[in-house]
């Protein structure tokens, strides 16, 4: 469980990020949250299919950028 | 009314999408939905601060990426 919730936060939504990769290709939806007052950080949820389980993703990552850009590009 | 509605859907989410660029002021979260059997375009639903009003926003437009950039930057 790496979302906190869903809905309006008062803190980071997310407690850690998912660092396996294999993980984008089982990708539905990506949510990004731009740093508010009650979060300095940019956060990433991800949807994934089947399970429909949410996982946040590391804003950092050079995987999770190309997943974006190539979702961006198409 | 931009958005078709929420959850699993098995045609385009966007009927149309949104011009004015001031909204991207007004962002507080961005959803992408790559394309799928149903729906052979990426999507991009902007939930807007105050109102969580949904509009779908133009994946080719430039301030529209311009947007996400500034996301994946913080």
Same mark, same amino acid.
């Given at each position: *469980?790496?979302?906190?919730? #869903? =809905?309006?936060? /008062? ?20 949510? /990004?949250? !731009? !740093? ?5 950080? %940019?956060? #990433? ?5 089947? %399970? =429909? +389980? +949410?996982?946040?993703?590391? %804003?950092?990552? !050079? ?5 974006? +850009?190539? *979702? /961006?590009?198409?």
């Amino acid at each position: *469980m790496s979302v906190r919730g #869903i =809905g309006v936060e /008062l803190r980071c939504r997310c407690i850690e990020t998912e660092r396996n990769v294999q993980i984008a290709r089982h990708i539905e939806s990506v949510e /990004l949250f !731009p !740093p508010t007052s009650h979060c300095k950080d %940019t956060e #990433i949820i991800a949807t994934l299919k089947e %399970t =429909g +389980q +949410q996982v946040c993703l590391d %804003t950092t990552a !050079p995987w999770v950028k190309k997943v974006i +850009q190539r *979702m /961006l590009a198409k």
